[in-house]
C-alpha cells in the first residue's frame, strides 16, 4: 500500500470513528448506565413464585359453603361454555380469581377463555370494579386503588400478554407498593411492577432496551433501531480500538514524556479508557446486537422438535383427571395447590397441581397425586420429537452446568425454572438438538441446536458472564461487571465532552449567543 493510500484510509478511520463517536456517545453511555441498574432492578414481571404468594389453595376456594355452589363443572361443559374445542391442544388450568375458581383456556396463541368453574359460565370481558376486587384479593386485602384500563405501557410491552389484552391496572397500598395488572380476558393478576421497578427502570430496562420507541410511530421498527445502532456502535468502537493502537507509543514517548499524544484531561482518559476497556466494550456491543437474533442468524433450518408428537394427540376431556376428583384427592392426601393445570404427554391427559413445595401428578380419573410421572411415558414420549432422529445419549443433571442453570427472578430468563434433578437427551439430527425433561412432570425445560448453543455463549455468556462458577462467585462478579461497566460509561461520557467541542468547533456559535446590534437610522 502506498504511502497516500495509507494516509487517506487512516484519514478516514479517524473520520469514521470521530463522527459515529459523536453521534453515538450519549447512546453508548445510556447503554454502559442502564446495563448497571439492570444487573439488580429488572423489567416487571409476575413469576410463578408471585404468582402462587397471591392466591389461595385450591383446596379452601373450592369448599362449598351454604353460599356457594359445589365445585366444579365438568371440564367438556366448561370447554363449551368457553367456546374451545374438546379435542384442542392449547393449555387448560383451574386456578382462582376473587377467592372464586376458574377455568381458564388457551383458545390460540392470542386468545384465552375463562369460564366460572362453579355455574359453567364464560366469564366475559371484566369491568373495573370487577377487577379491583381481583386485585385486592390478590394483595391479601391491602388497600388497592383503580387507575386506568390500557392496552399497554411502559412495563407492558412483552408479547405474552397479548391474549390478556386490554389490561386493568390497580394500585396495591402494600410494602412494596405494586402496581397490578388484571387480564380483563380471564380476572388474573398477569403482571405486578412495584414501585422500585417503575422507578429505577426507566434508568434501567426502558433506557437499555430502547423502549421510547415501543408502543409510538415508530413502533415497527423499534428491531431494525436496535439492530442498526449496534452496529454502528460496534463500527465506531473497532475503529476506535485501531486509532488507539496507532496513535499510542509503544517505544518511545510524545512531547512531554506521554505516551498518548492528547494533552486535554478528556481526550487524554478517553484514550487510556480506550485501550483498557475497548475489547469487553466491543464485546458487549456486539452481544447486546446478537439478543435481537439479528436477521434471524440463530435460527435454524431443516426440521424441528415436534411437540405435537411429543404430546402424542391433542388433550382430551373424556380422558383427562376431572377437577372434582383432583380437588378431593388433594384434600385427602393434605397437599397444598394454587392451581391445577392439565396437561398431555406420550397419548396420555394427566394433571399437575401446582403452587406447593413440589409439583405432583395424577394420572388416572380417580385424580389419585404421585411425586412423578411413569418414566416410560416421557421416554417414549420423547422419541417423537423427532421421529427422524434417534436420542444418541442420555444424562441426568444432578448440578446445573453451562447449559442449563437458574438465573436470579429479576433477570431476561430469571423466570424460567430449572429443577433438579433433570434428563438431557441429545438427538443425532443435523441440527444436533438438545432436549431437557423434568421427570416429575414431564415437561420440556429446555430446547436448544447448535444455532442456540453458539448464541448462548456469543450473547448470554459475553453479555453478563453468566456461567454458574462466576455467578456463585459473588460479590467478585459483581465487582468485575460492575467495574468495567463503569469504564465504559467513563469512555462513553469522555466521547461526549470532546465531541461537544469538536462540533462547537466545527459549526461554531457566535460569542455568548449575543447578536451585534444593526444601527438603527433616525426617524425623517
Same mark, same amino acid.
Given at each position: 500500500?502506498?504511502?497516500?493510500?495509507?494516509?487517506?484510509?487512516?484519514?478516514?478511520?479517524?473520520?469514521?470513528? %470521530?463522527?459515529?463517536?459523536?453521534?453515538?456517545?450519549? +447512546?453508548?453511555?445510556?447503554?454502559?448506565?442502564?446495563?448497571?441498574?439492570? $444487573?439488580?432492578?429488572?423489567?416487571?414481571?409476575?413469576?410463578?413464585?408471585?404468582?402462587?404468594?397471591?392466591?389461595?389453595?385450591?383446596?379452601?376456594?373450592?369448599?362449598?359453603?351454604?353460599?356457594?355452589?359445589?365445585?366444579?363443572?365438568?371440564?367438556?361443559?366448561?370447554?363449551?361454555?368457553?367456546?374451545?374445542?374438546?379435542?384442542?391442544? =392449547?393449555?387448560?388450568?383451574?386456578?382462582?380469581?376473587?377467592?372464586?375458581?376458574? *377455568?381458564?383456556?388457551?383458545?390460540?396463541?392470542?386468545?384465552?377463555?375463562?369460564?366460572?368453574?362453579?355455574?359453567?359460565?364464560?366469564?366475559?370481558?371484566?369491568?373495573?370494579?370487577?377487577?379491583?376486587?381481583?386485585?385486592?384479593?390478590?394483595?391479601?386485602?391491602?388497600?388497592?386503588?383503580?387507575?386506568?384500563?390500557? &392496552?399497554?405501557?411502559?412495563?407492558?410491552?412483552?408479547? /405474552?400478554? &397479548?391474549?390478556?389484552?386490554?389490561?386493568?391496572?390497580?394500585?396495591?397500598?402494600?410494602?412494596?407498593?405494586?402496581?397490578? *395488572?388484571?387480564?380483563?380476558?380471564?380476572?388474573?393478576?398477569?403482571?405486578?411492577?412495584?414501585?422500585?421497578?417503575?422507578?429505577?427502570?426507566?434508568?434501567?430496562?426502558?433506557?437499555?432496551?430502547?423502549?421510547?420507541?415501543?408502543?409510538?410511530?415508530?413502533?415497527?421498527?423499534?428491531?431494525?433501531?436496535?439492530?442498526?445502532?449496534?452496529?454502528?456502535?460496534?463500527?465506531?468502537?473497532?475503529?476506535?480500538?485501531?486509532?488507539?493502537?496507532?496513535?499510542?507509543?509503544?517505544? =518511545?514517548?510524545?512531547?512531554?514524556?506521554?505516551?498518548?499524544?492528547?494533552?486535554?484531561?478528556?481526550?487524554?482518559?478517553?484514550?487510556?479508557?480506550? #485501550?483498557?476497556?475497548?475489547?469487553?466494550?466491543?464485546?458487549?456491543?456486539?452481544?447486546?446486537? #446478537?439478543?435481537?437474533?439479528?436477521?434471524?442468524?440463530?435460527?435454524?433450518?431443516?426440521?424441528?422438535?415436534?411437540?405435537?408428537?411429543?404430546?402424542?394427540?391433542?388433550?382430551?376431556?373424556?380422558?383427562?383427571?376431572? /377437577?372434582?376428583?383432583?380437588?378431593?384427592?388433594?384434600?385427602?392426601?393434605?397437599?397444598?395447590?394454587?392451581?391445577?393445570?392439565?396437561?398431555?404427554?406420550?397419548?396420555?391427559?394427566?394433571?399437575?397441581?401446582?403452587?406447593?413445595?413440589?409439583? %405432583?401428578? /395424577?394420572?388416572?380419573?380417580?385424580?389419585?397425586?404421585?411425586?412423578?410421572?411413569?418414566?416410560?411415558?416421557?421416554?417414549?414420549?420423547?422419541?417423537?420429537?423427532?421421529?427422524?432422529?434417534?436420542?444418541?445419549?442420555?444424562?441426568?443433571?444432578?448440578?446445573?452446568?453451562? *447449559?442449563?442453570?437458574?438465573?436470579?427472578?429479576?433477570? $431476561?430468563?430469571?423466570?424460567?425454572?430449572?429443577?433438579?434433578?433433570?434428563?438431557?437427551?441429545?438427538?443425532?439430527? /443435523?441440527?444436533?438438538?438438545?432436549?431437557?425433561?423434568?421427570?416429575?412432570?414431564?415437561?420440556?425445560?429446555? #430446547?436448544? &441446536?447448535?444455532?442456540?448453543?453458539?448464541?448462548?455463549?456469543?450473547?448470554?455468556?459475553?453479555?453478563?458472564?453468566?456461567?454458574?462458577?462466576?455467578?456463585?462467585?459473588? +460479590?467478585?462478579?459483581?465487582?468485575? $461487571?460492575?467495574?468495567?461497566?463503569?469504564?465504559?460509561?467513563?469512555?462513553?461520557?469522555?466521547?461526549?465532552?470532546?465531541?461537544?467541542?469538536?462540533?462547537?468547533?466545527?459549526?461554531?456559535?457566535?460569542?455568548?449567543?449575543?447578536?451585534?446590534?444593526?444601527?438603527?437610522?433616525?426617524?425623517?
Amino acid at each position: 500500500m502506498s504511502g497516500n493510500v495509507k494516509a487517506t484510509a487512516k484519514r478516514w478511520l479517524y473520520l469514521v470513528h %470521530r463522527w459515529l463517536g459523536i453521534a453515538l456517545a450519549v +447512546p453508548m453511555a445510556a447503554w454502559f448506565l442502564s446495563g448497571i441498574v439492570m $444487573m439488580y432492578v429488572g423489567y416487571p414481571k409476575l413469576t410463578n413464585v408471585e404468582k402462587w404468594a397471591g392466591l389461595p389453595a385450591l383446596t379452601a376456594v373450592t369448599a362449598v359453603s351454604p353460599a356457594a355452589r359445589p365445585c366444579c363443572v365438568p371440564l367438556a361443559a366448561a370447554l363449551q361454555a368457553a367456546g374451545v374445542k374438546a379435542a384442542g391442544s =392449547g393449555a387448560w388450568r383451574l386456578t382462582s380469581v376473587a377467592g372464586e375458581p376458574r *377455568y381458564v383456556f388457551a383458545a390460540g396463541p392470542k386468545r384465552v377463555v375463562a369460564v366460572d368453574a362453579r355455574t359453567g359460565a364464560r366469564i366475559e370481558p371484566l369491568a373495573a370494579d370487577a377487577a379491583l376486587a381481583a386485585a385486592r384479593h390478590f394483595g391479601g386485602g391491602a388497600p388497592a386503588s383503580y387507575l386506568r384500563q390500557i &392496552d399497554e405501557d411502559a412495563w407492558t410491552h412483552s408479547r /405474552a400478554l &397479548d391474549a390478556h389484552r386490554p389490561l386493568h391496572v390497580v394500585a396495591l397500598g402494600d410494602e412494596a407498593r405494586r402496581w397490578l *395488572y388484571i387480564s380483563s380476558r380471564t380476572g388474573e393478576v398477569v403482571r405486578d411492577a412495584t414501585f422500585v421497578e417503575r422507578t429505577w427502570g426507566w434508568l434501567g430496562t426502558w433506557l437499555h432496551w430502547l423502549y421510547m420507541f415501543r408502543g409510538g410511530a415508530v413502533d415497527a421498527w423499534w428491531h431494525e433501531i436496535i439492530v442498526w445502532l449496534s452496529i454502528a456502535g460496534t463500527v465506531s468502537v473497532v475503529s476506535g480500538l485501531v486509532v488507539g493502537v496507532w496513535r499510542w507509543r509503544f517505544r =518511545g514517548t510524545y512531547k512531554g514524556g506521554r505516551r498518548t499524544p492528547y494533552t486535554g484531561f478528556f481526550a487524554r482518559w478517553h484514550h487510556v479508557l480506550g #485501550l483498557a476497556g475497548g475489547v469487553l466494550a466491543l464485546t458487549w456491543v456486539v452481544s447486546g446486537l #446478537l439478543s435481537v437474533n439479528p436477521w434471524k442468524v440463530f435460527d435454524a433450518t431443516g426440521p424441528k422438535p415436534d411437540r405435537a408428537g411429543y404430546a402424542g394427540g391433542p388433550m382430551d376431556a373424556a380422558a383427562a383427571p376431572p /377437577a372434582d376428583a383432583l380437588l378431593r384427592a388433594l384434600h385427602a392426601q393434605g397437599l397444598a395447590a394454587r392451581e391445577i393445570e392439565w396437561r398431555r404427554v406420550g397419548g396420555q391427559t394427566f394433571a399437575v397441581a401446582l403452587g406447593g413445595s413440589e409439583p %405432583r401428578v /395424577a394420572v388416572s380419573a380417580a385424580g389419585h397425586f404421585e411425586p412423578t410421572l411413569p418414566e416410560a411415558r416421557w421416554r417414549a414420549a420423547a422419541a417423537r420429537l423427532l421421529p427422524h432422529a434417534r436420542i444418541v445419549t442420555e444424562e441426568k443433571l444432578t448440578a446445573y452446568d453451562r *447449559y442449563y442453570y437458574p438465573r436470579a427472578a429479576h433477570t $431476561m430468563t430469571g423466570p424460567r425454572e430449572r429443577p433438579l434433578p433433570a434428563w438431557r437427551l441429545r438427538f443425532d439430527d /443435523a441440527n444436533g438438538t438438545w432436549v431437557t425433561i423434568d421427570p416429575r412432570s414431564g415437561e420440556i425445560l429446555a #430446547l436448544s &441446536d447448535g444455532h442456540r448453543r453458539v448464541d448462548r455463549w456469543l450473547f448470554a455468556f459475553l453479555h453478563s458472564f453468566d456461567l454458574p462458577q462466576l455467578l456463585a462467585a459473588r +460479590p467478585a462478579w459483581d465487582v468485575w $461487571m460492575v467495574g468495567f461497566s463503569l469504564a465504559g460509561l467513563a469512555l462513553s461520557l469522555t466521547a461526549v465532552v470532546t465531541g461537544w467541542r469538536r462540533v462547537r468547533r466545527a459549526w461554531p456559535v457566535r460569542a455568548r449567543l449575543s447578536v451585534r446590534a444593526e444601527p438603527v437610522e433616525a426617524p425623517p
